[in-house]
Each structure stands twice: as C-alpha cells, then as structure tokens.
C-alpha cells in the first residue's frame, strides 16, 4: 500500500461546479496535511494545510480531514478554467517525521 | 525578496558525466530538501537535511551526493551511477521541526539524458 494515495485522475468538472479531491494516508501518526497546486512545467504551490478533524474554508478551497479513516479531501467550489492543474496531497509526521510523503497526484481540468 | 532559487533551469547530461544542480535559499530556513519528480508522478524524495553538516537519504538516494557545508545552500550532484535521471528536479526549504508549515519549494530543474 502506497503511504500517500490519491484518486486517481483525471477528474473534469464544468465551470462552476465543485471539485472533489480525495486523498488516503497510512501512517496513524500523521500529523499535518498539504494541498499543493502544481501547473504544468512549474514547481508545486501550497494552497490549503489542515492540521485537526473536521473542516477548513480559505475562498473558494475547503480541506476536509477524518483522521480516524485516514482520509482528506480537497473541495474546489465555483471552480474556474484556471484552477485546471495537478493537485498533490502531502502528508508531514509520524514516521516521515522532519519530511513530506507525496501522494501522486490528480489532474484536475476545469472546462468552460 | 526572499526565496528559494534553483539553476540551471534547464540541464543536459552525457552518459556518463556528472552534474550538479544549485539550490540557494534566503529564508533563513534550517531545513532542505531535494525531491525528484517524473512525467505524470507525484514527488519523491531524494535527499534532506534538517542543519548544517548533516544530511540523511529519502527513498530514491542511490545516485545521487549532496553537501550542506552552508545553510544556505544544498547542491545535488547526479552522479554517471543514476541510470535514468532525466526527470525534474525540485529543492523545498522549511524551517527544521516546522514541517507543520509545508514548504517552500524553488523553480525546479529539469535534466535531460542527452
């Protein structure tokens, strides 16, 4: 089993809906999480982190977390031809202590 | 401005030659990190130090040397021994123990096997 796994893309949506993106972890001891944005060609950008249970707004994004099933998402509400890119989800702690694991990314395409 | 700046952008490689790729950051971070990443991929981690004179292996280290003789600057040699290093390379700095707060990651070098 991989130690960070996102579903796996592509994912397209219209413009204007809302962009679901899901990301499973399996060290327990994991104790941050990461969204970064990746446009092609370019280096990541972090965008959302979310250290406790539950939700957290910045915008337009919404990072979800449930520790208890390992499990955190990434929501993308209103989303626009600009946020087409690749999104990586990191996890920071356990026993990747003092380093991010990198999921492998999902593509996410945004058409008007 | 502070930031991470990585060069060459662009790096071509012969067989058999090595290279080095510059990572220099004014953050005053503690902490960087070299993490490749291949077409389609997520990042995979190569090499890390947390200060000065110390540095450990990720999970792709064979191949590859690094040094962190200032704190500001983490080169990484990709060695003739890295059979297919044609991939892009990204340097991150964080300060140590504040992996909490993600990282900043530099421009990114992309190496091409010529």
């Known amino acids: 089993q991989k130690e960070v796994e996102q579903n796996s893309g592509p994912l397209s949506v219209p413009e204007g809906a809302i962009a679901s993106l899901n990301c499973t972890y399996s060290?327990?001891?994991?104790?941050?999480f990461f969204w970064y944005r990746q446009y092609s060609g370019k280096s990541p950008e972090l965008i959302m982190f979310?250290?406790?249970?539950g939700d957290k707004e910045d915008g337009r994004f919404t990072a979800q977390l449930n520790k208890a099933s390992q499990y955190v998402s990434l929501l993308i509400r209103d989303s626009q031809p600009s946020d087409s890119a690749t999104y990586l989800c990191a996890v920071y702690g356990g026993t990747s202590y003092g380093k991010l694991t990198f999921g492998q990314g999902t593509i996410l395409t945004v058409h008007p | 401005d502070g930031g991470i700046t990585q060069s060459p952008k662009y790096l071509f490689r012969k067989e058999g030659q090595n290279v080095t790729l510059s990572c220099e950051q004014n953050l005053n971070h503690d902490a960087m990190y070299w993490y490749r990443q291949d077409p389609g991929q997520g990042l995979r981690l190569i090499y890390y130090?947390?200060?000065?004179?110390?540095?450990q292996k990720g999970d792709i280290a064979e191949g590859y040397s690094v040094s962190r003789e200032k704190k500001e600057s983490f080169p990484l040699t990709v060695t003739s021994a890295q059979k297919n290093p044609t991939a892009f390379y990204l340097c991150?700095?964080?300060?140590?123990?504040?992996?909490?707060?993600?990282?900043?990651f530099g421009s990114g070098t992309r190496l091409t096997v010529v």
């Open positions: 130090s947390q200060i000065v004179n110390d540095f």
């Open positions: 060290d327990r001891g994991s104790q941050s």
């Open positions: 979310i250290y406790s249970n």
């Open positions: 991150a700095s964080s300060f140590s123990g504040q992996g909490r707060s993600g990282y900043t």
